[in-house]
């Protein structure tokens, strides 16, 4: 991620223009639903795909659509360590159950309150939660 850009808010995917979903929110959602053991992968994925584009791909260009969609999940980084697992597989911690202690540390920390924010960006989000000190309960949870 290089903050001296511009946050994305679209992607091209065969050369036409598509809205993402950028909102925090949509990221948190994408990883209960990945997370979820009662939906089938093929389902995960059609989902994944309207939660964040509002006008889906066209089917022929849906290989390029879900790479660009993880590329967004994953503020433009390559498929490593961006996990919420340590090096074992272990869950490190957890948005649905860990919520709480998240909330607090954005309040506490940073005076953002996640639940009344109208919009964060996710990869500003993910920036502020990677910048949380060890004063926070979620970071000595993790």
């Not at 929110?25 to 089938?40: H, P, S, T, W, Y």
């Not at 490593?80 to 607090?104: L, M, P, Q, V, W």
Request: charged residues 30%.
């Amino acid at each position: 991620m290089n903050i001296l850009k511009e946050f994305p808010v679209s992607v091209y995917i065969a050369g036409e223009e598509y809205k993402i979903n950028s909102d925090f929110r949509a990221g948190l959602k994408f990883e209960l639903l990945m997370q979820d053991v009662n939906i089938d992968d093929e389902e995960k994925l059609i989902k994944a795909l309207e939660l964040y584009y509002e006008k889906c791909p066209s089917y022929k260009n849906m290989d390029e659509a879900i790479e660009k969609m993880l590329w967004f999940y994953l503020c433009g980084n390559e498929i490593k360590n961006t996990s919420n697992h340590n090096s074992r597989g272990e869950e490190i911690y957890s948005f649905e159950h860990d919520c709480d202690y998240i909330y607090a540390a954005f309040m506490s920390q940073y005076k953002i309150d996640l639940y009344s924010i109208d919009y964060l960006h996710w990869w500003k989000y993910k920036a502020l939660f990677k910048g949380l000190t060890e004063d926070n309960e979620i970071v000595k949870i993790m």
